[in-house]
């Protein structure tokens, strides 16, 4: 089944991506705030999600549905797919191609509470990523690997595996930082306190696209607080089934608390890092 639901991902994940490449061509508008005023949703976000959503429920009606811009439903399948339609939205309002589709599908915990987000307990089965400005695609399926296609070239999809046992000092480390004014101050004394730790820090400004770069050799390791369900429901299965232990604090799942995602062993030693810096302290 996950092999089956990867393949309805990436068909929809396509799909959606033409529409928003289409609509970045035509221009884009803000249609709303989010966090805070520089938070932004746009038209384009909008209907991307609603063209995916319209997908997935023509294709599988009994699904739940998770996403940024709508209401979420529950379905009576047990599973459901948690959408960003577009993850990296100020890169996509700036024309910066760093952006992406993630489109993911778990199987709920159903003794699960009410209210919870679906990612911290669910299993998650499949899952794409597709960023149209570059044409790459990244997917993955519980059990089956993760995988890159490359859509401008010609070639069977490459198997991913995260880079093999990087020390802590010579780790390069993705991360992200919230719209929120108060939160971003605590972000920076964190980074501060790790820069000097590590080989150097990059921020993409997507987290689904910054976990398929842990995946596939492009960061070694990638940490985030404040990200949504959304933002990472994806990028997580592709960056576990390519070796990345993904987690949160002291073993928790990971969830808006805080994501890491890494080599098992470099985790380890990243999250006692973060851990020093006051990470779990921290706004």
């Given at each position: 089944m996950s092999v089956a639901l990867m393949e309805t991902a990436r068909r929809i994940a396509l799909e959606a991506g033409a529409l928003a490449a289409d609509r970045r061509r035509e221009g884009v508008s803000v249609a709303a705030s989010k966090s805070s005023d520089v938070d932004v949703v746009t038209a384009a976000?909008?209907?991307t999600e609603a063209?995916?959503?319209?997908?997935?429920?023509?294709?599988r009606p009994h699904d739940g549905f998770y996403g940024e811009e709508s209401d979420a439903t529950t379905g009576s399948s047990g599973l459901v797919w948690v959408v960003d339609p577009i993850d990296?939205?100020?890169?996509?309002?700036y024309g910066n191609?760093?952006?992406a589709v993630s489109i993911a599908v778990g199987e709920?915990?159903?003794d699960a509470a009410a209210g919870h987000e679906p990612t911290a307990t669910w299993r998650a089965l499949a899952g794409a990523v597709y960023a149209p400005s570059v044409r790459e695609l990244y997917t993955a399926s519980a059990g089956g690997g993760a995988w890159l296609e490359l859509l401008d070239r010609e070639g069977v999809p490459e198997r991913l595996q995260v880079n093999a046992d990087p020390t802590l000092a010579h780790a390069l480390v993705g991360t992200g930082f919230s719209y929120i004014a108060e939160r971003r101050a605590a972000q920076g004394a964190v980074l501060g306190a790790l820069l000097p730790r590590v080989r150097d820090i990059r921020r993409g400004g997507s987290a689904a696209l910054d976990l398929c770069a842990v995946a596939s050799g492009?960061?070694?390791?990638?940490?985030?607080?404040?990200?949504?369900?959304?933002?990472h429901a994806a990028g997580a299965l592709i960056a576990g089934e390519a070796g990345a232990h993904v987690a949160g604090l002291h073993g928790a799942p990971a969830t808006a608390e805080l994501l890491i995602a890494a080599e098992p062993g470099l985790f380890a030693a990243l999250h006692a890092a973060l851990v020093e810096a006051g990470i779990g302290t921290s706004a």
């Open positions: 976000d909008r209907e063209l995916i959503r319209a997908l997935i429920a023509a294709e990296g939205t100020v890169n996509y309002l191609p760093t952006w709920l915990d159903p492009r960061l070694d390791a990638y940490y985030e607080r404040h990200i949504n369900p959304w933002d």
